[in-house]
């Protein structure tokens, strides 16, 4: 949802166009992780927690980031496909439903986390700032998005 | 907000498909338009007038008690 908010462009070819760079960025960034676990990791001193987030992370962002890509440049190369994707992202009832899902989420997320804030300060202060942080940086994006959006609108 | 689309279609002989492909939705927006679930927004509501040639008063009716 997210690579579909920021790539999007009134022409759906500028569009795919955007996303094929996007995810070529997106599988450098694997193949960093890839190269970092296979020449920096052994030589550390990381524990298997770490070593195994390496190659997990690495694994799962080059996997994605093929697929994607490997789909992007077929849309690219047929026009029937292309035509269909760009109906269904382009929607207004999907949009909607993806919007009020996404609203729903934010919400929920936001109390359980205020929840969860009287359960960790007894128990971890490091959690409770983090857990803390995580709620104000959501605050701000709000509070930003919407300043944003009244003037564009 | 209610509105004429199955009964135009259906006198058209139009598939929800077709008419979906034709202004550029999906057939379960046309599903849900048809079924009251889902009010469309200006731009589709003109698009589906205009292929129907007709006004969007004559496919869209607006009933003040109705909320949006």
């Given at each position: 949802m997210l690579m579909k908010n920021v790539t999007f462009s009134k022409d759906y070819d500028n569009t795919l166009k955007l996303r094929c760079l996007w995810f070529g960025a997106m599988l450098a960034i694997g193949l960093v992780g890839f190269a970092c676990y296979f020449f920096l990791v052994p030589q550390s001193s990381l524990g298997d927690h770490a070593k195994g987030f390496y190659l997990g992370a690495a694994s799962g962002i080059t996997v994605a980031a093929v697929f994607f890509l490997i789909r992007t440049l077929y849309l690219m190369s047929h026009p029937?496909?292309?035509?269909?994707a760009r109906i269904e992202e382009t929607d207004e009832r999907q949009q909607k439903i993806v919007g009020g899902a996404a609203q729903f989420a934010g919400l929920f997320t936001f109390?359980?986390?205020?929840?969860?804030?009287?359960v960790l300060l007894p128990l971890s202060l490091h959690a409770y700032y983090a857990l803390l942080g995580v709620l104000a940086v959501y605050t701000l994006a709000f509070v930003s998005a919407n300043l944003w959006l009244s003037k564009k609108l | 907000m209610t509105n004429r689309i199955a009964e135009l279609r259906k006198a058209r002989r139009i598939s929800q498909?077709?008419?979906?492909?034709?202004?550029?939705?999906?057939?379960?927006?046309i599903i849900s338009l048809e079924n009251g679930r889902y009010n469309a927004s200006l731009l589709l509501a003109h698009k589906i007038a205009q292929y129907f040639g007709l006004t969007i008063e004559d496919v869209f009716i607006f009933e003040e008690d109705t909320p949006c």
């Open positions: 029937e496909a292309k035509r269909k109390y359980a986390a205020a929840l969860a804030l009287f | 498909a077709e008419l979906a492909d034709a202004v550029e939705v999906t057939r379960q927006t």
